[in-house]
C-alpha cells in the first residue's frame, strides 16, 4: 500500500484524501480528534510560509544579475487588469441575476475601514512593520520590503556570505517541500472537519447568492483569465489554466489562506521551470494584491444590499463600484476580516448606512465555508497562472518556444 501511494503524484493523492475525509466526515462526526491534521498541516504551512519569502527574495535580491532577466513589471500589471476585470464580471452578472438578501441584525466584531485612504494608510504602515513582526503575523508586504532592503545591501557582501544566503534559501524550501510532502493528510483532516461540524441548512437561505458569487468566480476563472492567457502566449491556455487550477486552487479551496498557500504555489513555478527571481517575488505579492475573488464578492454582495433596497444605480456610479472594488481588493489582506469587511466601505457609494452594511456582512460570513474558500482558490492559483504566463509571453516574445506540455509535468 505505502509503495503504491509513493508512486502517485501529489495531486493523486491530495484526492485520495478528499475522498476518505468525505467518507470518514458522514459516517464517523464524532471523531474530531481527526481534525489535529488539518490544523497541524495549515499551522506548519503559515509558519514556514513568512521564512520562505524571507529568505528566498533576500537570496534572489542579493545575488541578483542585472543580465537576469525577470518579469515582476508585466506580471504586476497582470494582476492589477484581472482584479478590475473580475470586479467587471461581478457587477454585470449581479445586474443580469439580481439577488435580494433578508437582512438581519447581525453584526461583526471587526471595525469596517471608512474610506480608501484607510485602506492605503493601512497597507502603508504594514509595510513598514517590524519584519520579526511581520513574519509572525504573516504580513507578506513588510516581509517583501525588509527582504529586498536587507538583499539589496548584502549586493556588496563577499561571495561567501552570498552563498550562504543561498544554501539557507535551499535548506528552508527542503523543509517546504517535507511539509508539503503531508498535504494529503492534512487535507483529509480540513475536509473531515469541514463535513463533520458544518451544516447547510445556514446556507440554503441564501442559496442564489452563493450561486451568483461562485458562477461569477467560475466565470472569471474559466473564461477571462485563459482569455487573458492567450492573448500573451498565443496557445491553448487551458492546459496551464488547469494545471494551476489542480495544482493550486485545490489546496487553498481547503487552507483557505493565500497564505499557506504560497510554498505550494512556489513548489508548482519550480517545476515548471520558472524564473526564481521573479516568482520568489511575485507569488508572495500576489497573495497580497491579486485579489480577484475578493473584488468579485465585494462587487457582489454590495449590489445585492442595493437591490434588496431599490436603489437605483448611474452607470457612472457603476463603474466606479468596478474601480473602487478593485482597489479595495487589493488592499483585502491588509485587513482584518479581508474582502468582507470592504463592503461597508462599497456599499458607502450607494447612501447605504454603516449599520445595514455590517448586516451584509454577516450575510458574507454566514455564506463564508464555500465563499471564502473559493474565493481563495481562484486567488492563489491564479498568481501561479499569470506569474507563469507573464514569463512563457517575454521568452515568446524572443523568439523562445515554449513547450507547454514539457513544462506541465506532475
Given at each position: 500500500?505505502?509503495?503504491?501511494?509513493?508512486?502517485?503524484?501529489?495531486?493523486?493523492?491530495?484526492?485520495?484524501?478528499?475522498?476518505?475525509?468525505?467518507?470518514?466526515?458522514?459516517?464517523?462526526?464524532?471523531?474530531?480528534?481527526?481534525?489535529?491534521?488539518?490544523?497541524?498541516?495549515?499551522?506548519?504551512?503559515k509558519a514556514i510560509a513568512p521564512i520562505l519569502v524571507f529568505v528566498l527574495i533576500l537570496a534572489?535580491?542579493?545575488?541578483?544579475?542585472?543580465?537576469?532577466?525577470?518579469?515582476?513589471?508585466?506580471?504586476?500589471?497582470?494582476?492589477?487588469?484581472?482584479?478590475?476585470?473580475?470586479?467587471?464580471?461581478?457587477?454585470?452578472?449581479?445586474?443580469?441575476?439580481?439577488?435580494?438578501?433578508?437582512?438581519?441584525?447581525?453584526?461583526?466584531?471587526?471595525?469596517?475601514?471608512?474610506?480608501?485612504?484607510?485602506?492605503?494608510?493601512?497597507?502603508?504602515?504594514?509595510?513598514?512593520?517590524?519584519?520579526?513582526?511581520?513574519?509572525?503575523?504573516?504580513?507578506?508586504?513588510?516581509?517583501?520590503?525588509?527582504?529586498?532592503?536587507?538583499?539589496?545591501?548584502?549586493?556588496?557582501?563577499?561571495?561567501?556570505?552570498?552563498?550562504?544566503?543561498?544554501?539557507?534559501?535551499?535548506?528552508?524550501?527542503?523543509?517546504?517541500?517535507?511539509?508539503?510532502?503531508?498535504?494529503?493528510?492534512?487535507?483529509?483532516?480540513?475536509?473531515?472537519?469541514?463535513?463533520?461540524?458544518?451544516?447547510?441548512?445556514?446556507?440554503?437561505?441564501?442559496?442564489?447568492?452563493?450561486?451568483?458569487?461562485?458562477?461569477?468566480?467560475?466565470?472569471?476563472?474559466?473564461?477571462?483569465?485563459?482569455?487573458?492567457?492567450?492573448?500573451?502566449?498565443?496557445?491553448?491556455?487551458?492546459?496551464?489554466?488547469?494545471?494551476?487550477?489542480?495544482?493550486?486552487?485545490?489546496?487553498?479551496?481547503?487552507?483557505?489562506?493565500?497564505?499557506?498557500?504560497?510554498?505550494?504555489?512556489?513548489?508548482?513555478?519550480?517545476?515548471?521551470?520558472?524564473?526564481?527571481?521573479?516568482?520568489?517575488?511575485?507569488?508572495?505579492?500576489?497573495?497580497?494584491?491579486?485579489?480577484?475573488?475578493?473584488?468579485?464578492?465585494?462587487?457582489?454582495?454590495?449590489?445585492?444590499?442595493?437591490?434588496?433596497?431599490?436603489?437605483?444605480?448611474?452607470?457612472?456610479?457603476?463603474?466606479?463600484?468596478?474601480?473602487?472594488?478593485?482597489?479595495?481588493?487589493?488592499?483585502?489582506?491588509?485587513?482584518?476580516?479581508?474582502?468582507?469587511?470592504?463592503?461597508?466601505?462599497?456599499?458607502?457609494?450607494?447612501?447605504?448606512?454603516?449599520?445595514?452594511?455590517?448586516?451584509?456582512?454577516?450575510?458574507?460570513?454566514?455564506?463564508?465555508?464555500?465563499?471564502?474558500?473559493?474565493?481563495?482558490?481562484?486567488?492563489?492559483?491564479?498568481?501561479?497562472?499569470?506569474?507563469?504566463?507573464?514569463?512563457?509571453?517575454?521568452?515568446?516574445?524572443?523568439?523562445?518556444?515554449?513547450?507547454?506540455?514539457?513544462?506541465?509535468?506532475?
Amino acid at each position: 500500500m505505502l509503495e503504491f501511494l509513493k508512486d502517485l503524484s501529489l495531486i493523486k493523492r491530495i484526492a485520495l484524501g478528499i475522498v476518505i475525509g468525505i467518507i470518514f466526515g458522514i459516517f464517523l462526526p464524532k471523531w474530531t480528534f481527526l481534525t489535529i491534521f488539518g490544523t497541524l498541516f495549515v499551522g506548519a504551512l503559515k509558519a514556514i510560509a513568512p521564512i520562505l519569502v524571507f529568505v528566498l527574495i533576500l537570496a534572489s535580491v542579493a545575488q541578483h544579475d542585472v543580465n537576469n532577466k525577470t518579469y515582476i513589471k508585466p506580471i504586476l500589471t497582470l494582476y492589477l487588469i484581472a482584479t478590475l476585470l473580475a470586479s467587471v464580471v461581478a457587477v454585470v452578472a449581479s445586474f443580469i441575476f439580481p439577488v435580494e438578501i433578508t437582512l438581519h441584525a447581525i453584526k461583526s466584531q471587526q471595525q469596517a475601514p471608512q474610506s480608501v485612504v484607510e485602506v492605503l494608510t493601512t497597507i502603508l504602515n504594514n509595510i513598514v512593520q517590524n519584519p520579526l513582526q511581520a513574519m509572525i503575523d504573516g504580513n507578506y508586504l513588510s516581509v517583501l520590503f525588509w527582504s529586498a532592503l536587507i538583499g539589496f545591501a548584502l549586493r556588496h557582501a563577499s561571495n561567501s556570505i552570498k552563498q550562504a544566503t543561498h544554501e539557507i534559501a535551499q535548506a528552508i524550501t527542503h523543509v517546504v517541500q517535507i511539509i508539503i510532502a503531508f498535504a494529503p493528510i492534512g487535507i483529509f483532516g480540513l475536509v473531515f472537519q469541514s463535513v463533520a461540524t458544518t451544516g447547510l441548512k445556514g446556507l440554503l437561505q441564501y442559496g442564489q447568492l452563493l450561486i451568483l458569487l461562485v458562477g461569477s468566480m467560475l466565470v472569471v476563472a474559466l473564461i477571462i483569465y485563459p482569455l487573458m492567457v492567450y492573448l500573451l502566449i498565443r496557445q491553448n491556455p487551458y492546459p496551464l489554466v488547469f494545471y494551476c487550477l489542480k495544482g493550486s486552487a485545490i489546496p487553498a479551496f481547503f487552507t483557505r489562506s493565500s497564505a499557506a498557500n504560497i510554498p505550494i504555489n512556489m513548489l508548482l513555478a519550480k517545476n515548471m521551470q520558472l524564473n526564481e527571481s521573479s516568482y520568489s517575488i511575485s507569488l508572495p505579492l500576489g497573495a497580497t494584491i491579486n485579489m480577484g475573488g475578493a473584488a468579485v464578492t465585494i462587487s457582489t454582495m454590495t449590489l445585492a444590499a442595493v437591490h434588496t433596497l431599490g436603489i437605483q444605480v448611474s452607470p457612472v456610479l457603476t463603474l466606479i463600484l468596478c474601480v473602487l472594488s478593485a482597489l479595495s481588493a487589493c488592499g483585502a489582506s491588509g485587513i482584518a476580516g479581508g474582502s468582507l469587511l470592504l463592503i461597508p466601505l462599497a456599499c458607502s457609494l450607494f447612501g447605504i448606512s454603516n449599520d445595514i452594511a455590517i448586516q451584509v456582512v454577516g450575510v458574507g460570513f454566514i455564506i463564508g465555508v464555500i465563499q471564502d474558500a473559493v474565493e481563495t482558490a481562484i486567488n492563489s492559483s491564479s498568481d501561479i497562472l499569470f506569474t507563469a504566463s507573464a514569463e512563457f509571453a517575454a521568452l515568446r516574445k524572443a523568439g523562445q518556444e515554449v513547450n507547454l506540455k514539457e513544462r506541465l509535468k506532475d
